[in-house]
């Protein structure tokens, strides 16, 4: 069993940044790909960008690409999204979740365990 908590989230203005983490409870977070989802309202839930088990492998959403970087720190159970050059089509609730597997994976369904969301708004 997993649990998941993000923080980090807030307002900010285009262009700015924000970093989002996510603290995972559980003996198993090393063996966990890790992933950032996001939920704008309306929409459906969509990949942002995974990593894998190690740190050594991430994948993104062309929509986030040389703007979002995942990073992970296993010996603090942690996951982090560091976000830069933010516009407004990235505000949504951004969600943390892992998967029972060692490698990354795009499809939300392959991922069990999933935090309660954060709040990023960004404004023009």
């Known amino acids: 069993q997993v649990q998941l908590v993000e923080s980090g989230g807030g307002s900010v203005q285009a262009g700015g940044s924000l970093r989002l983490s996510c603290a995972a409870s559980?003996?198993?977070?090393?063996?966990?790909?890790m992933g950032w989802f996001r939920q704008a309202p309306g929409k459906e839930r969509e990949f942002v960008v995974a990593i894998n088990w190690s740190g050594g492998t991430t994948v993104h959403a062309d929509s986030v690409k040389k703007r979002f970087t995942i990073s992970r720190d296993n010996a603090k159970n942690t996951v982090y999204l560091q976000m830069n050059s933010l516009k407004p089509e990235d505000t949504a609730v951004y969600y943390c979740a892992a998967r029972g597997s060692i490698w990354l994976s795009r499809n939300i369904y392959d991922y069990e365990y999933w935090g309660q969301g954060t709040q990023v708004t960004v404004s023009s």
């Open positions: 559980g003996r198993t977070f090393s063996s966990n790909a």
